[in-house]
T-cell receptor, first 117, second 113 residues
Framework: NAGVTQTPKFQVLKTGQSMTLQCAQD?????MSWYRQDPGMGLRLIHY???????DQGEVPNGYNVSRSTTEDFPLRLLSAAPSQTSVYFC????????????????FGAGSRLTVL | AQKVTQAQTEISVVEKEDVTLDCVYE???????LFWYKQPPSGELVFLIR??????QNEISGRYSWNFQKSTSSFNFTITASQVVDSAVYFC??????????FGKGTHLIIQP
């Protein structure tokens, strides 16, 4: 049981380059999300999805795109990387509570450390 | 807007001491959930507890205990007889719906041998 798998674990980009952070879960979770963690800032929500074909913005969506074509995968795309996107990125998933989404307990991936020069 | 405040940026104690991590939250929701996550030096995030806003009973799990007080909007976490393995960053978080968790900035707990 792999849980939530993120790749790559480390990546260095130059300003303006594009890349995709991959996230896959094998728990058949409906809900998936991306957070970024910056020193002294806690974790902030970038985008989330409540099911295949459905995505929505979180607190800090600018500069990032997502799509959800399957239940298992939720890739995060940086179209033109900027130094401000240097961060540790966490993907998380959970079952979607049928009536109370606030009850969801997130399972996190191991994180992807991105440096933009 | 929701907000979670963890005023203690870093706490350092000697092994076997008890330590309390504070968490204060703000929300306009009447139904919400509070969480604690642990982030050890290896970097992963580990779920510790979830508490419903309607359940104000304190919870104990081994050396860990949680005190939820709705009157003061606090959800504090106490480790009894701390151990070096408890060294980590601890995050308190608040959820009110599908748009994810609002995290505090975390408290870095250092347990010295």
């Amino acid at each position: 049981n792999a849980g939530v798998t993120q790749t790559p674990k480390f990546q260095v980009l130059k300003t303006g380059q594009s890349m995709t952070l991959q996230c896959a879960q094998d728990m058949n979770h409906e809900y998936m999300s991306w957070y970024r963690q910056d020193p002294g800032m806690g974790l902030r929500l970038i985008h989330y999805s409540v099911g295949a074909g459905i995505t929505d913005q979180g607190e800090v969506p600018n500069g990032y795109n997502v799509s959800r074509s399957t239940t298992e995968d939720f890739p995060l795309r940086l179209l033109s990387a900027a130094p401000s996107q240097t961060s540790v990125y966490f993907c998380a998933s959970s079952y979607a509570h049928p009536t109370d989404s606030g009850a969801n307990v997130l399972t996190f991936g191991a994180g992807s450390r991105l440096t933009v020069l | 807007a929701q907000k979670v405040t963890q005023a203690q940026t870093e706490i350092s104690v000697v092994e076997k001491e008890d330590v309390t991590l504070d968490c204060v939250y703000e929300t306009r929701d009447t139904t919400y959930y509070l969480f604690w996550y642990k982030q050890p030096p290896s970097g992963e995030l580990v779920f510790l507890i979830r508490r419903n806003s309607f359940d104000e009973q304190n919870e104990i799990s081994g050396r860990y205990s949680w005190n939820f007080q709705k009157s003061t909007s606090s959800f504090n976490f106490t480790i009894t007889a701390s151990q070096v393995v408890d060294s980590a960053v601890y995050f308190c978080a608040l959820s009110g719906g599908a748009d994810g968790l609002t995290f505090g900035k975390g408290t870095h707990l250092i347990i010295q041998p």
